[in-house]
Nanobody, 122 residues
Framework: QVQLAESGGGLVQSGGSVKLSCAASGGTFSTFAMGWFRQAPGKEREFVATISTSSGNTRYADSVKGRFTISRDNGKKTVYLQMNSLKPEDTAVYYC???????????????WGQGTQVTVSS
């Protein structure tokens, strides 16, 4: 059974930076494509970024392109999301997810973390 645990969220001022981490246990982390999604209050969960098994391919939502960077360390079984130039509209619960293919869609991911809150104050 694969378990994912996010950390690193918190309160940050607009324009600031936060780095989220997602540590995996169980399963073979290096075989999973990993993604980050977010959900703001009253809104549906949305795609943020995804990374392939070997970090060779990454994809980003247009809303975060150029500001966020996804990366992974297969040796540490951890995926990261570096978030720079944060805006109040980035406020959400951020979830990491693992699946068997690179995808923009939440239904393609089989494993999910519990989420970590990121709040950006204006």
């Amino acid at each position: 059974q694969v378990q994912l645990a996010e950390s690193g969220g918190g309160l940050v001022q607009s324009g600031g930076s936060v780095k989220l981490s997602c540590a995996a246990s169980g399963g073979t982390f290096s075989t999973f494509a990993m993604g980050w999604f977010r959900q703001a209050p009253g809104k549906e969960r949305e795609f943020v970024a995804t990374i392939s098994t070997s970090s060779g391919n990454t994809r980003y939502a247009d809303s975060v392109k150029g500001r966020f960077t996804i990366s992974r360390d297969n040796g540490k079984k951890t995926v990261y999301l570096q978030m720079n130039s944060l805006k109040p509209e980035d406020t959400a619960v951020y979830y990491c997810a693992g699946g068997y293919r690179l995808s923009y869609y939440s239904w393609d991911y089989d494993y999910w973390g519990q989420g970590t809150q990121v709040t950006v104050s204006s």
